[in-house]
């Protein structure tokens, strides 16, 4: 459901602006800072959370933050992480599921 009305919301934002300003269209700068933004709250969790799944991340945040993120952004940001480090899987890998325990290292 989250999916869903945060690509509905997003549509009629995007007709409303390419109607209006078409000269600011720019989701790649959009999904940008809204990953960024996203990375602030996946962290902030993490900051309590220190042994977690991307589901729980994911869980926690789409409750507090209702059609403000899109899946592919939890996953892209949790990835990010795992890329950079600052979360590794239990197993090791850089390829993980939903349930996959991910450790948080600072």
Do not use: C
């Amino acid at each position: 459901m989250n999916d869903f009305m945060f690509e509905e919301e997003n549509s009629l934002e995007e007709e409303h602006t390419s109607m209006n300003f078409p000269l600011f269209v720019s989701p790649a700068s959009e999904q940008g800072k809204r990953r960024e933004n996203l990375s602030v709250l996946v962290e902030g969790f993490l900051e309590n959370n220190q042994k977690t799944t991307r589901k729980q991340i994911k869980r926690h945040l789409i409750f507090a933050h209702f059609a403000q993120f899109h899946g592919k952004d939890y996953n892209a940001v949790v990835k990010d992480f795992v890329d950079s480090e600052k979360l590794k899987t239990s197993h090791g890998k850089k390829r993980f599921n939903d349930d996959e325990i991910l450790i948080y290292f600072k």
